[in-house]
């Protein structure tokens, strides 16, 4: 148990579909973190959001869309998506970013399947 | 173009045997590199961190090098064990702000008894 939990585990959409992601962290953070893990693929930062601002977009597609409400909550809400995007989306979280870096702690991950 | 790369092969290795596992990297100058630890259907956890200026970093069984002017990591497991089976991946902080963490390919390290 990391202290940081993600919901759903599992998840099947269709690509007409609209779906949310959830990541929630108990060890009072203040950066948090989506990433796409592909099969035989490095992982891939998506979002970083520090202080609830996001602080990096790394190129990802408007169909992905971030939401951080708190320091504690991170969403990821999915529209229009392709079979490519199959995947697993790892949330993390770590102390806020300075003049230092800091491990960053894991979620179990969603498992996400686009048909 | 920037690139990091891991053991291209799983590695396997004798129980009991030191795993060594690499991490290269070209065109970046990290000045910190982290190494994880992932299990199958699980999220990476962290093991180990090394700044550039340290040469060298232990934690138990494990240790880290990290020689910035070969833009290598060495990541060892001495006294292995079947239970330190997984893949092992490195990571770089190329900003050196904390966050942005760019991570290699992994390398899966199978310990057999």
């Known amino acids: 148990e990391t202290g940081v939990t993600q919901t759903p585990r599992h998840l099947v959409m269709g690509m007409t579909n609209k779906k949310s992601l959830k990541c929630e962290q108990h060890?009072?953070?203040?950066?948090m973190y989506w990433y796409k893990q592909s099969a035989k693929k490095p992982l891939e930062l998506m979002f970083v959001?520090?202080?609830?601002?996001?602080?990096e977009n790394n190129s990802v597609p408007s169909r992905f869309s971030p939401e951080c409400p708190n320091s504690s909550h991170l969403f990821l809400h999915l529209h229009t998506l392709q079979p490519e995007d199959s995947a697993l989306y790892l949330c993390?979280?770590?102390?806020?970013?300075?003049?230092?870096?800091?491990?960053?702690?894991f979620g179990p991950g969603t498992r996400l399947t686009v048909t | 173009s920037q690139k990091i790369e891991q053991n291209s092969e799983a590695l396997n290795i004798q129980e009991g045997k030191t795993a060594t596992l690499t991490c290269n990297y070209t065109n970046y100058s990290p000045a910190y590199l982290q190494w994880y630890r992932q299990d199958p259907g699980r999220g990476p956890v962290f093991l180990l961190l090394i700044r550039e200026n340290e040469k060298e970093k232990r934690k138990e069984r494990l240790k880290v090098t990290f020689d910035t002017t070969l833009k290598q990591s060495l990541f060892h497991i001495t006294a292995s064990q079947p239970a330190d089976s997984a893949t092992y991946l490195c990571a770089l902080d190329i900003t050196g702000q904390g966050g942005k963490l760019i991570f290699g390919q992994g390398t899966e390290l199978s310990v057999k008894p």
């Open positions: 959001y520090n202080f609830k601002e996001q602080t």
């Open positions: 993390a979280s770590s102390q806020g970013r300075g003049r230092e870096t800091y491990e960053q702690y």
């Open positions: 060890l009072g953070h203040n950066a």
